[in-house]
């Protein structure tokens, strides 16, 4: 908790300043008011006085409590101010710390925690600094000067204080022991439910075509369950508290007065008055230090489950970050569009056999170089170094002649132009989704935007759109085909005009003839780029200047298609199963 209130700025850390002399204030001004009560007890009592004295303490009695409101209300609206200031700067932090992780990290903390961590955990801390800001000063402060007040008054009267406070303690601290684990388990289980709820909305498609709506309500309902009975557990624990507390302060009451009968009792005649004014001043400091218990009691409520998310929050703050930047930022090299795999070698960090072993190609400015091979021969993982998702375990990776590892990450990204094998579009208008890469040039204009919809064989179906190029994509592209999510997508890498190409099996969703139509269109516009395909259909690659076949993470051919026909047995085998020997030689 400590470490993450490091984030607190100059700015406010002078409001919590502003807030510890506004709670200091209120403090002295709430235990002035007893002094005041015991005045006027005594002048009540005392023969010949003033009426115009017991008003003069009572207006005193309403400026104090006047003037403690006020200072609350200040108070209270400083730290809703650092609350919500830091709350916004740690979401700011994580989601940029999130931004700058690797794929590898990202998948060791799950998506839906990380979002249950940049949502709930966080307002789990901003809830306990807008309330434990008051709380947790003013009670310590206030139970001191308390305990200050009614030294010398009566070791009776202390005692009993005094045994209070232990027993206070003693619940608290056992509340703690018991609860606090329970918290952490509380966290992970709304990681849980975000989970379930994410997968179901993600995939509620398939879930009504298998009619798998009761598997997933039970299967929602089971976390739910989980995490609604540990709730009631720790909410049915922490309400012992209250009643636990109230009894306590009534009990030390009680006994304050039960205790001053007998002592009063015993005093000499005019020694009675002045003990009866120091039992009204002792009874109301001994409920100013319960009452001053009870609020960190409130905050014992908060802290638990608010240190349990501090602890979450670090967690991915302290992450070391694998893919790291270089120094190269001067985007302009003496080689242009060039890509070369230097005997790389890939596992994941967590995987003990290697994914791609010995890898060895160059690809030159405009030419093309396509990837076949069977389902998890390595094909996107290849393609996906390059863009650094991963760094390889062995070898180089060059681009442009320079080693990955070197490049700023940015000056990297905006030399390639990339097209995930899963479409992937983002809530707002088609311009905006196609203008979403601008190179880090400024903004791609309209003209250029449209041209790279046209390259992509998508102005068809986005001119028949009830606001053609402003309208509205859904989050995910809900309201679009996979064909013509595909297009969007090639779109926007065309628009960013890039020196590379990659493109994931970005084909996929298309029929042959919008493919090849596209592909031939694309080798136009692109003639001087170079292309990096990933591909299952042998048309969609064909013609490409070089060809590297995969099996088992090694490359088993390299060539053209005619070369490969001949001289590689699983390319022919693909392309066999694809198409006939006729139509094979027909495409020679």
Same mark, same amino acid.
């Given at each position: 908790?400590?470490?993450?209130?490091?984030?607190?700025?100059?700015?406010?850390?002078?409001?919590?300043?502003?807030?510890?002399?506004?709670?200091?204030?209120?403090?002295?001004?709430?235990?002035?008011?007893?002094?005041?009560?015991?005045?006027?007890?005594?002048?009540?009592?005392?023969?010949?006085?003033?009426?115009?004295?017991?008003?003069?303490?009572?207006?005193?009695?309403?400026?104090?409590?006047?003037?403690?409101?006020?200072?609350?209300?200040?108070?209270?609206?400083?730290?809703?101010? !650092?609350?919500?200031?830091?709350?916004?700067?740690?979401?700011?932090?994580?989601?940029?710390?999130?931004?700058?992780?690797?794929?590898?990290?990202?998948?060791?903390?799950?998506?839906?925690?990380?979002?249950?961590?940049?949502?709930?955990?966080?307002?789990?801390?901003?809830?306990?600094?807008?309330?434990?800001?008051?709380?947790?000063?003013?009670?310590?402060?206030?139970?001191?000067?308390?305990?200050?007040?009614?030294?010398?008054?009566?070791? @009776?009267?202390?005692?009993?204080?005094?045994?209070?406070?232990?027993?206070?303690?003693?619940?608290?601290?056992?509340?703690?022991?018991?609860?606090?684990?329970?918290?952490?388990?509380? @966290?992970?289980?709304?990681?849980?439910?975000?989970?379930?709820?994410?997968?179901?909305?993600?995939?509620?498609?398939?879930?009504?075509?298998?009619?798998?709506?009761?598997?997933?309500?039970?299967?929602?309902?089971?976390?739910?369950?989980?995490?609604?009975?540990?709730?009631?557990?720790?909410?049915?624990?922490?309400?012992?508290?209250?009643?636990?507390?109230?009894?306590?302060?009534?009990?030390?009451?009680?006994?304050?007065?039960?205790?001053?009968?007998? !002592?009063?009792?015993?005093?000499?005649?005019?020694?009675?008055?002045?003990?009866?004014?120091?039992?009204?001043?002792?009874?109301?400091?001994?409920?100013?230090? !319960?009452?001053?218990?009870?609020?960190?009691?409130?905050?014992?409520?908060?802290?638990?489950?608010?240190?349990?998310?501090?602890?979450?929050?670090?967690?991915?703050?302290?992450?070391?970050?694998?893919?790291?930047?270089?120094?190269?930022?001067?985007?302009?090299?003496?080689?242009?569009?060039?890509?070369?795999?230097?005997?790389?070698?890939?596992?994941?960090?967590?995987?003990?056999?290697?994914?791609?072993?010995?890898?060895?190609?160059?690809?030159?400015?405009?030419?093309? !170089?396509?990837?076949?091979?069977?389902?998890?021969?390595?094909?996107?993982?290849?393609?996906?170094?390059?863009?650094?998702?991963?760094?390889?375990?062995?070898?180089?990776?060059?681009?442009?002649?320079?080693?990955?590892?070197?490049?700023? @990450?940015?000056?990297?990204?905006?030399?390639?132009?990339?097209?995930? @094998?899963?479409?992937?579009?983002?809530?707002?208008?088609?311009?905006?989704?196609?203008?979403?890469?601008?190179?880090?040039?400024?903004?791609?204009?309209?003209?250029?935007?449209?041209?790279?919809?046209?390259?992509?064989?998508?102005?068809?179906?986005?001119?028949?759109?009830?606001?053609?190029?402003?309208?509205?994509?859904?989050?995910?592209?809900?309201?679009?085909?996979?064909?013509?999510?595909?297009?969007?997508?090639?779109?926007?890498?065309?628009?960013?005009?890039?020196?590379?190409?990659?493109?994931?099996?970005?084909?996929?969703?298309?029929?042959?003839?919008?493919?090849?139509?596209?592909?031939?269109?694309?080798?136009?516009?692109?003639?001087?780029?170079?292309?990096?395909?990933?591909?299952?259909?042998?048309?969609?690659?064909?013609?490409?200047?070089?060809?590297?076949?995969?099996?088992?993470?090694?490359?088993?051919?390299?060539?053209?298609?005619?070369?490969?026909?001949?001289?590689?047995?699983?390319?022919?085998?693909?392309?066999?199963?694809?198409?006939?020997?006729?139509?094979?030689?027909?495409?020679?």
């Amino acid at each position: 908790m400590l470490k993450l209130f490091k984030n607190l700025g100059k700015k406010e850390w002078l409001l919590i300043l502003a807030s510890l002399i506004l709670i200091i204030t209120q403090v002295w001004l709430d235990l002035k008011l007893p002094d005041y009560m015991s005045r006027i007890t005594r002048l009540v009592q005392t023969e010949g006085s003033e009426m115009s004295e017991i008003l003069q303490n009572g207006a005193y009695m309403l400026a104090c409590a006047l003037g403690s409101l006020i200072a609350a209300v200040f108070t209270g609206y400083l730290a809703a101010s !650092i609350s919500s200031s830091f709350s916004m700067k740690i979401r700011s932090k994580l989601f940029n710390k999130v931004e700058d992780l690797a794929m590898q990290e990202v998948k060791s903390f799950s998506t839906s925690s990380l979002i249950t961590r940049t949502t709930n955990d966080v307002t789990q801390v901003e809830m306990l600094i807008a309330i434990g800001l008051q709380l947790l000063i003013k009670a310590p402060i206030t139970a001191v000067w308390a305990v200050t007040k009614i030294l010398n008054k009566s070791w @009776q009267w202390s005692a009993i204080t005094g045994v209070a406070v232990v027993i206070l303690l003693s619940v608290i601290a056992a509340l703690i022991v018991i609860v606090m684990p329970r918290f952490k388990r509380v @966290q992970k289980l709304i990681d849980k439910i975000n989970g379930v709820t994410r997968e179901n909305l993600t995939g509620i498609r398939v879930v009504r075509a298998f009619n798998a709506e009761k598997y997933q309500e039970d299967k929602f309902e089971e976390v739910n369950t989980a995490l609604t009975n540990q709730q009631l557990f720790n909410q049915k624990t922490f309400a012992i508290l209250q009643p636990v507390m109230y009894l306590i302060m009534y009990f030390v009451t009680l006994a304050i007065y039960f205790v001053g009968a007998f !002592i009063i009792n015993d005093a000499i005649g005019p020694d009675k008055l002045s003990l009866f004014g120091d039992m009204v001043v002792f009874s109301s400091y001994a409920m100013q230090v !319960i009452m001053s218990f009870l609020m960190l009691a409130m905050i014992f409520m908060f802290l638990p489950r608010a240190d349990v998310s501090a602890k979450r929050i670090n967690e991915v703050l302290d992450t070391d970050i694998t893919i790291k930047d270089g120094n190269i930022q001067d985007g302009n090299t003496e080689e242009k569009g060039t890509v070369e795999f230097k005997n790389v070698s890939f596992k994941y960090p967590d995987a003990d056999e290697y994914l791609l072993k010995d890898i060895s190609f160059k690809v030159n400015k405009g030419e093309t !170089i396509a990837f076949i091979g069977s389902t998890g021969s390595g094909k996107s993982t290849l393609i996906n170094l390059v863009p650094r998702f991963y760094d390889v375990t062995e070898g180089e990776v060059l681009v442009d002649g320079i080693n990955v590892k070197n490049y700023k @990450q940015e000056t990297l990204m905006n030399k390639l132009g990339y097209v995930p @094998q899963k479409a992937v579009m983002f809530d707002g208008t088609v311009n905006y989704n196609v203008c979403y890469g601008d190179n880090g040039k400024g903004e791609i204009s309209e003209e250029k935007a449209k041209e790279a919809i046209k390259v992509a064989q998508a102005t068809e179906f986005v001119e028949k759109m009830d606001d053609k190029y402003e309208t509205h994509i859904a989050q995910g592209g809900t309201n679009v085909s996979g064909g013509q999510k595909q297009r969007l997508a090639i779109a926007r890498a065309i628009a960013r005009d890039p020196e590379i190409y990659i493109f994931d099996d970005s084909f996929s969703a298309l029929d042959y003839k919008t493919d090849a139509v596209l592909r031939k269109e694309l080798k136009k516009y692109t003639s001087d780029a170079t292309s990096l395909i990933v591909a299952q259909r042998i048309g969609t690659i064909m013609n490409a200047d070089k060809i590297v076949v995969l099996d088992k993470g090694k490359i088993v051919g390299m060539g053209k298609h005619k070369e490969l026909l001949k001289n590689c047995e699983i390319y022919k085998q693909i392309a066999l199963s694809q198409l006939s020997k006729e139509e094979l030689e027909d495409a020679e």
